[in-house]
């Protein structure tokens, strides 16, 4: 009998809110918790993710933060047609979720990070976003993308001495890249040996490889 009209006595005082009494008199006295944003200034904590942004000095272009985006907020689209060829990144703010995936798995570490810019608001959408282009490397032969050149000219950089083993990467660390332009778009059978100390997509180095071989 004691125990319930304890437990009575306690809901009546959580439905009077007098556990909350402090609160309100401390509310009334210095005002609610609440900020006016975006018509006040807004508290900087310290402790929020902001806008990712890239840095075109630091991005290869090489594609792995729209590939481990969550929610398909980074766009990537190989234009093939332009001249010269680009590789052309769109980030719309209002798909993104700020989780940083695409700083944390960034090949270079740094190309892509997140500002402290929060302040995102806007009446038209297309406007929320950021955008950056590289230069497309094409295979000499069939035209295909290998990627863009400043990601092959990183990879041949942290190869080191071992980019010799491939003549894409031997070519490039000489400095005699050959960009799109110079994409011949010739059939794949017409491929032959002396091919090989050209740039070339995988798939035409299997071809050349293969007639080298046989
Ligand atoms: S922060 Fe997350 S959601 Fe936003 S662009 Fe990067 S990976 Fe995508
Ligand atoms: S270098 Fe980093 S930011 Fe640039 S495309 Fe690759 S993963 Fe994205």
């Known amino acids: 009998m004691v125990q319930t009209l304890k437990k009575f006595g306690k809901k009546i005082l959580w439905c009077l809110k007098i556990p909350y009494l402090p609160e309100v008199a401390r509310a009334l006295v210095k005002g609610p918790y609440t900020v006016k944003f975006p018509f006040g200034d807004t508290v900087d904590t310290g402790a929020y993710r902001g806008a990712p942004v ?28 332009s001249s010269p060829p680009m590789r052309r990144f769109v980030l719309h703010y ?32 297309s406007e929320s976003v950021t955008n950056i282009d590289k230069e497309l490397l094409l295979c000499e ?42 994409a011949a778009g010739a059939p794949a059978e017409e491929i032959d040996r002396s091919d090989i100390m050209r740039i070339l997509c995988p798939h035409c180095r299997r071809l050349v490889v293969f007639k080298e071989t046989t």
Request: proline share 4%.
């Open 54 to 81: 890239w840095d075109e000095d630091v991005c290869i272009g090489c594609g792995a933060c729209y590939e481990v985006c969550p929610s398909d907020a980074i766009e990537m689209e190989d234009d093939t047609g």
């Open 94 to 125: 209002d798909r993104c979720i700020f989780c940083g995936h695409c700083h944390y798995n960034c090949t270079t570490e740094d190309g892509i990070c997140q500002t402290r810019e929060y302040d995102l608001a806007t009446f038209d959408r």
């Open 141 to 182: 032969k069939c035209g295909g993308v290998i990627s863009t050149i400043e990601h092959v000219q990183w990879v041949a950089r942290k190869t080191g001495p071992k980019a010799y083993a491939s003549p894409t990467l031997a070519l490039t660390l000489e400095g005699e890249l050959i960009t799109a332009p110079q």
